[in-house]
């Protein structure tokens, strides 16, 4: 990248800038820094030129140009990549910031989201005619990056992942076609886009079916003290695989900060929570909940315990502002059937040395999300009772060590008890050992030969990466 970062005359980025419609960032240009800022503050990169294209048209000119200068390629729609892919050091960061908005075809009951659309816009949109489309928790996430991912959030139990209501997606290709992609069109493509689609091109839109939804969440949240996390987790793997599709769970190990409001009992303390969205009908909650509190009244009364209906969009954006950008944030998951006595001890353990709010949750698959079959799409580990993972988020570049060794030692406590397949937008590392987690071996080798036939040079290698 050294070398085709020194071929980078002034008149070839001249001659981009006559053939590019859009708006080009250079490192001398105003705005660059804050151009080149990913929501995850760890990665700190600095592209040769950011290019921000206006329609599917500049994005071909981008790729072009791109591999006319041998220029590594980022492509960013809403920046969140845990794994910091939205952006490059020397290269061209493709940035889909100007291809934001939705549109809704009610008639059809449909929407279609452009490549730079934020899930707010979709949330929006969408509820406006009582609708939505099942997404993430962070309304400043990107839709494209979230979807080509999978896409977990409060109500996929109830109405599947986002990549469910995936109709069509149009992508430009590594040779600069713009391709459409469905179960008619490219259905091959299609089978890989869904839980791999940042190896096959830059997606500038994307179309979603939408599903009726009044648009409140019944929530409850439990914290135990962590001397009864053998009860909880109990309670909870007894009910998840009987519990309704509406209601969506949460389980979790971490720390009670001392500078929280919690009750003297726990503070500073490991402690275990417990949460629930119902996303059906009110007069449904308390039966459909019955078998999870009924599981935790006997032994496990919790220091503190809060519910309530809540509107899904307020709920929706609640942690954008915690959430926001700047912060630096390292994440690990897998997938698991269950988890041992050794491992929720050895948590619990491990929690009471938690940096700020690092913790380890547990989130309960299964309704909707199972299905469909594992083998319609690339997206992996959807057979599994659960998702697991580890956190941190922390603002000290002096906190980086002691904060992605406590996720990674938090997840090696779990990993006995692992199944196969990891949930790509939550791994923040990458390499060939990390994409070969995700998917699997036999998936491996399908997506391996879709690679060589729509990007046979790895020209979109910064993702979890298919090397053809």
């Known amino acids: 990248m050294v070398d085709a970062v020194a071929t980078l005359t002034p008149?070839?980025?001249?001659?981009?800038?006559?053939?590019?419609?859009?708006?080009?960032?250079?490192?001398?240009?105003?705005?660059?820094?804050?151009?080149?800022?990913?929501?995850?503050a760890v990665h700190d990169r600095r592209p040769a030129l950011i290019a921000r294209p206006r329609n599917a048209a500049e994005v071909a000119t981008a790729i072009r140009f791109g591999r006319e200068r041998d220029l590594e390629i980022a492509v960013r729609a809403g920046g969140h990549s845990a794994a910091g892919?939205?952006?490059?050091?020397?290269?061209l960061v493709i940035d889909l910031a100007a291809l934001r908005g939705v549109t809704v075809d009610l008639d059809r009951r449909t929407a279609r989201a452009n490549g730079g659309a934020l899930l707010?816009?979709?949330?929006?949109?969408?509820?406006?005619?009582?609708?939505?489309?099942?997404?993430?928790?962070?309304?400043?996430?990107?839709?494209?990056?979230?979807?080509?991912?999978?896409?977990?959030?409060?109500?996929?139990?109830?109405?599947?992942?986002?990549?469910?209501?995936?109709?069509?997606?149009?992508?430009?290709?590594?040779?600069?076609?713009?391709v459409r992609a469905s179960e008619t069109e490219e259905p091959d493509l299609f089978w890989g886009i869904r839980g791999a689609g940042a190896n096959f091109g830059v997606v500038t839109a994307l179309e979603f079916d939408l599903q009726p939804f009044g648009g409140t969440l019944h929530r409850g949240l439990q914290i135990h003290d962590a001397s009864r996390v053998h009860e909880v987790w109990a309670a909870l793997r007894e009910f998840a695989p009987s519990a309704p599709d509406p209601v969506a769970m949460i389980f979790g190990v971490g720390r009670a900060e001392p500078a929280a409001d919690y009750p003297d009992s726990v503070a500073g303390r490991p402690i275990v929570f417990?949460?629930?969205?119902?996303?059906g009908d009110a007069a449904d909650v308390e039966r459909d909940v019955a078998g999870l509190v009924a599981g935790l009244a006997a032994d496990a009364?919790?220091?503190?315990?809060?519910?309530?209906?809540?509107?899904?969009?307020?709920?929706?954006?609640?942690?954008?502002?915690?959430?926001?950008?700047?912060?630096?944030?390292?994440?690990?998951?897998?997938?698991?059937?269950?988890?041992?006595?050794?491992?929720?001890?050895?948590?619990v353990e491990h929690a009471a040395s938690a940096p700020g709010e690092a913790s380890f949750s547990v989130t309960v698959l299964g309704g909707a999300i199972c299905r469909v079959a594992d083998d319609q799409m690339a997206f992996t580990g959807r057979d599994a009772a659960f998702e697991m993972s580890a956190d941190a988020g922390w603002d000290d570049p002096a906190g980086d060590e002691v904060n992605r060794g406590w996720v990674q030692r938090a997840?090696?406590?779990?990993?006995?008890?692992?199944?196969?397949?990891?949930?790509?937008?939550?791994?923040?590392?990458?390499?060939?050992?990390?994409?070969?987690?995700?998917?699997?071996?036999?998936k491996m080798d399908r997506l391996r030969a879709l690679k060589r036939a729509w990007d046979p040079d790895n020209l979109f290698h910064l993702n979890h990466n298919v090397a053809p």
């Open 120 to 178: 707010s816009e979709l949330d929006v949109a969408a509820q406006a005619h009582g609708l939505v489309c099942p997404v993430g928790v962070v309304g400043h996430t990107g839709v494209a990056g979230l979807t080509l991912g999978g896409g977990m959030g409060r109500l996929q139990r109830h109405f599947g992942l986002t990549i469910y209501d995936v109709r069509a997606a149009e992508l430009v290709t590594a040779d600069g076609r713009q």
């Open 411 to 442: 997840m090696a406590i779990a990993e006995p008890d692992a199944v196969t397949g990891r949930y790509v937008n939550e791994i923040a590392e990458s390499g060939p050992e990390e994409t070969r987690a995700i998917y699997g071996d036999a």
């Open 274 to 279: 417990l949460s629930y969205n119902h996303s």
């Open 11 to 40: 008149e070839h980025v001249a001659g981009f800038r006559g053939r590019f419609g859009g708006e080009i960032v250079g490192p001398d240009d105003d705005g660059y820094d804050s151009a080149r800022r990913l929501w995850n």
């Open 85 to 91: 892919h939205s952006c490059t050091d020397g290269g």
């Open 301 to 347: 009364t919790p220091v503190m315990a809060t519910s309530g209906a809540q509107a899904y969009l307020a709920v929706q954006g609640a942690n954008d502002d915690a959430m926001g950008w700047g912060h630096r944030s390292y994440i690990k998951g897998a997938y698991a059937n269950d988890l041992r006595p050794e491992t929720l001890d050895a948590l």
